[in-house]
T-cell receptor, first 111, second 113 residues
Framework: AQSVTQLDSHVSVSEGTPVLLRCNYS??????LFWYVQHPNKGLQLLLK??????LVKGINGFEAEFKKSETSFHLTKPSAHMSDAAEYFC?????????FGQGTILTVHP | KAGVTQTPRYLIKTRGQQVTLSCSPI?????VSWYQQTPGQGLQFLFE???????NKGNFPGRFSGRQFSNSRSEMNVSTLELGDSALYLC????????????FGPGTRLLVL
């Protein structure tokens, strides 16, 4: 069975500082991995996806993630946080047609 | 191109009632999936439909059911509502089955009293 663990339920950063949201996955083989963002009262928006091509994946809004098989990790990063990045972020694994979601990380950005 | 639309956006029901939620996928998308989001359980996969057939199913009781029409629009039904069914129900579509990228609608927020 696959599982996704987001290591931080809350992350707080100052505007202009780097963002790191951590995700570890568990699967019998390399799954497809995604990061989605959810703004309040909105649906989920795809930030980026990894599907066994390049291990460093660039997404929208300056986000990127690196797939590390040896560490079973897929951490999301952004060099400089913006106020509009404040939202909840979900790391997601897809295997055998089913999506498995992490518990989410709420990102707060302080001015 | 219009995104995924869900109706209604908000719904209040009482225990024991049933509810039907609707999802219209992005034009040309044939796969529709449903998810339940609650503060306690997070996001959980309900089921996926493609070509009017359920292709994948999550671990939910039989009170949760769905269907897909020939125009790819989908409905999900919850019978004999329980307080714990209060949640945000999200629908997502993708062009075909198994395609990784899914596009989500804004959700229907259901409150069961």
């Amino acid at each position: 069975a696959q599982s996704v663990t987001q290591l931080d339920s809350h992350v707080s950063v100052s505007e202009g500082t780097p963002v790191l949201l951590r995700c570890n996955y568990s699967s019998s083989y390399s799954p497809s991995l995604f990061w989605y963002v959810q703004h309040p009262n909105k649906g989920l928006q795809l930030l980026l996806k990894y599907t066994s091509a390049a291990t460093l994946v660039k997404g929208i809004n300056g986000f990127e993630a690196e797939f590390k098989k040896s560490e079973t990790s897929f951490h999301l990063t952004k060099p400089s946080a913006h106020m509009s990045d404040a939202a909840e972020y979900f790391c997601v694994s897809r295997s055998y047609g089913k999506l498995t979601f992490g518990q989410g990380t709420i990102l707060t950005v302080h001015p | 191109k219009a995104g995924v639309t869900q109706t209604p956006r908000y719904l209040i029901k009482t225990r024991g009632q049933q509810v039907t939620l609707s999802c219209s996928p992005i034009s040309g998308h044939r796969s529709v999936s449903w998810y339940q989001q609650t503060p306690g359980q997070g996001l959980q996969f309900l089921f996926e439909y493609f070509s009017e057939t359920q292709r994948n199913k999550g671990n939910f009781p039989g009170r949760f059911s769905g269907r897909q029409f020939s125009n790819s629009r989908s409905e999900m039904n919850v019978s004999t509502l329980e307080l714990g069914d209060s949640a945000l129900y999200l629908c997502a579509s993708s062009p075909r089955l198994g395609l990784e990228t899914q596009y989500f609608g804004p959700g229907t927020r259901l409150l069961v009293l």
